[in-house]
Structures are given as C-alpha cells and as structure tokens.
C-alpha cells in the first residue's frame, strides 16, 4: 500500500455508499475546504471493531450541531456505515476517520444553501507515535498559541477549522526537535496537546484540566474509569503551569495517541511509570471487551442523541 493517502487502494463510505479510494474526491470549491466548515472524528479499530463507536458517532453528530452543520444521517447510520467500510477493508485494526463538510452548492462566507456530504476512511496505522518514543516517552514544547475562549468559537465541537492552530503548534514542535505541543487555554490554564488530552499524577491523585473549551476525550473518559476501577483518586480541576512541577507523571490520552507516556515537558522530566503502565495495560484489555463498540464511560454522549444536551 502506498504511503500517499489520496494513492491506496480499498473502500471509503461516501454519502451513502463504498467507493473505491482512488475516486473519494469533493469539489474543490466545497464551502469546506475553502473556510473549514466541516467537522470530523478519529476512531481507534481492534480485533475488527471501532472502540466506543455509537460514542464516537454521537459526538460526531453533537460536533455538527454546534457548527449548524445539518447531517441527513443519524447516529444508527453512521455506525452502520462505519461498521461496513470497516469489513470491505478487511481491518482487524487501524484507524478511521468519518468527516462531515459543506458541500460546493454556494461559495462565500456564508454557507446557506450548501449541501452536506459525509465521508468515512478506515486505514491501516499502527501507532500515532514511534514505538521509542512510547517506551521512553515523548517530549513535549510549550505552544505559542492558545485554545479560545467559549465567547470565540465552540471548542468542544471537533471542528475542522478550530485545528489550525493545532496544526502550526504541532508542525512547529516538531520542527523543533520535540514529538508534539501543551497547549494553555485563553486564561493561561493547561488545556490539552495539540490532538489529545492530558492527565499528570500528582501525590498519587489522578489530576485531569476540566474540559471548559475543548474536546471531552473519549478515550480520555475511558482512562479516568479505569483508574477509578483501580481506586486511583481522579480529580477534574484547573491545572496551572505550575502544577507541571508537582507530577511524577504525565501522559497523553487521545484515539490516535491511546495513553502515550510523556518524559519532558516544559524543562520539567518525569517517570514513564509505575501508574502510566498500568493504566495502558487496563486500556489494551478494555479495547477488546464484547461490548468495546458502545457508550462505556462516555454514556453522557447518549443523552445529545436523543436531544437532552444543547
């Protein structure tokens, strides 16, 4: 397989039905591509099936409402979807990425009478980070920029557009010589990296930002019911910069990264263990259960379905 993502070969889901790769293409005037209209989710797929996928395809459908994206497909049909292209690729595991955008029916910054089209691609990809730096640890740079307030754009949707940023951050650290970048919110708190959501163990505490503007993890909510299943206090809290100095620990949760441990941060060096390990193991066992396709701890995600959550 070629390592291009537009040269493979295999199925993406498109508006409705299995296209070969090769000829998935929208409109190069899609009101998406020009303004970031579009929202989209990164899902993790073991031993044939997606981790916590009606919770992925909740959010999803809870992303586009927050963008005023209308998506003519509910939940049931995208999991359906998503199960489909899943078997028609023969993937035992990799990763999918279902993306919904606005259509090339008009072009101008409004996006009213734009029609939506929805497009899901599972591939083949082991891991996000290399396997050295998951065993020793990533190193992360201090971002530049920062994650908006709730009064500039709605961070809890996973929003194509709100990922420049995200983008500049990462691409900078790594230019850098780092694996990827913390990023502070708009009040100068630790908010997330620039595609994950991070945890530190301070005094044997579980110590996690409130998710105020970004994204709500799901493997994040995952990784905080292991840890309460081990009896590890979990606390949701403002984390300030100087709580970095505190930790023993620090790891990144996220669908691409799953738990990644982190070993230098901001000056500061941590142990890759003995907490991190553990939960990793936890999160390897729980991604294989029967029921690994559902809700789990994200069950919240239920209640946007079925309209109890703005």
């Not at 999918?96 to 606005?102: D, I, M, N, Q, S």
């Not at 910054?109 to 998951?134: C, N």
């Not at 409130?210 to 994204?215: A, C, I």
């Amino acid at each position: 397989m070629s390592n291009s993502m537009d040269d493979r070969d295999g199925w993406i889901w498109l508006d409705g039905a299995l296209v070969p790769w090769r000829e998935a293409r929208p409109h190069v005037l899609s009101h998406g591509l020009h303004y970031g209209s579009g929202v989209f989710e990164g899902e993790r797929i073991y031993d044939g099936r997606v981790f916590r996928l009606a919770a992925h395809s909740a959010r999803l459908v809870r992303s586009a409402r927050l963008v005023d994206i209308d998506l003519p497909w509910t939940r049931e049909e995208i999991d359906t979807a998503t199960r489909a292209v899943v078997r028609a690729n023969g993937l035992a595991s990799g990763y999918v990425r279902p993306l919904a955008w606005r259509g090339s029916e008009a072009l101008g910054v409004s996006a009213i009478g734009t029609g939506v089209h929805l497009a899901i691609a599972p591939w083949e990809w082991p891991h996000y980070f290399s396997r050295e730096a998951r065993l020793r640890g990533i190193r992360l740079d201090m971002a530049r920029f920062r994650r908006p307030s709730p009064e500039s754009a709605p961070g809890e949707s996973k929003a194509s557009g709100l990922y420049i940023i995200c983008t500049l951050e990462k691409d900078r650290a790594i230019k850098a010589g780092f694996d990827d970048a913390l990023m502070l919110d708009w009040k100068g708190r630790v908010a997330e990296a620039t595609g994950a959501n991070i945890f530190l163990v301070i005094d044997g505490r579980l110590v996690t930002p409130r998710p105020d503007n970004f994204l709500d993890g799901i493997t994040r909510r995952a990784v905080m019911g292991l840890a309460r299943a081990r009896g590890i206090e979990v606390e949701e809290r403002d984390v300030w910069p100087d709580d970095l100095a505190r930790a023993s620990e620090v790891f990144l949760t996220g669908s691409a990264s799953e738990i990644t441990p982190v070993r230098e941060l901001d000056g500061q060096y941590y142990q890759v263990g003995p907490l991190t390990p553990r939960l990793i193991d936890d999160f390897a066992a729980l991604v294989l259960r029967e029921d690994c396709e559902g809700f789990g701890e994200s069950a919240h995600l239920a209640d946007v379905e079925l309209g109890k959550a703005a």
